[in-house]
């Protein structure tokens, strides 16, 4: 299971992607350009003390990652967007399922659209346009890492 963010704008939220991946120990790929500087060390600081534990792969472009996610046959490519048709709590996840999430402030374009294998949505209410990238990004690896019984093990130091 991988988390994909397609070009970020928000730097607090590649922080917070680098954490959620981290903690459930999800690989993460960065498709650039993102609408802020990225290097080794802006990616440090974003981490936090979450950096050691990280699997963050970043892509030059859309090109270099697409190539990168199908040389792995098994992976599918899942688009989480506003323009789907299928809610993604219907949807059967597999274990290489790559979960792409799309820019904060424009999703992604048409070209993305076409090389997805699947487009999931979120249900909300009406009245809200969309939630945040990263709420998005949790609700939709739980549910697949739930389905796939990809969770972490933790062991409960208390017992």
Known sequence: MRLALYQPDIPQNLGAAIRLTAAL???????EPC???LNDKAIRRAAMDYGGC???SHHAGWGDFLTS??????????????RAASPYCDFAFLPQDVLLMGRESAGV???VH???DHRLF????????SINVIAAAAMGLGEALRQTSGF???LNPTA
């Open 35 to 37: 609408g802020f500087p």
């Open 69 to 82: 996610i199908r040389a792995n046959p098994a992976a599918r490519l899942i688009l989480f967007t506003t």
């Open 54 to 56: 990280a699997i963050v």
């Open 122 to 129: 979120i249900p909300i209410s009406a009245r809200a346009r």
């Open 152 to 154: 972490p093990h933790r």
């Open 25 to 31: 120990e999800v690989g993460l790929d960065i498709i």
């Open 114 to 116: 076409a090389h997805a």
């Open 109 to 111: 374009p048409d070209e």
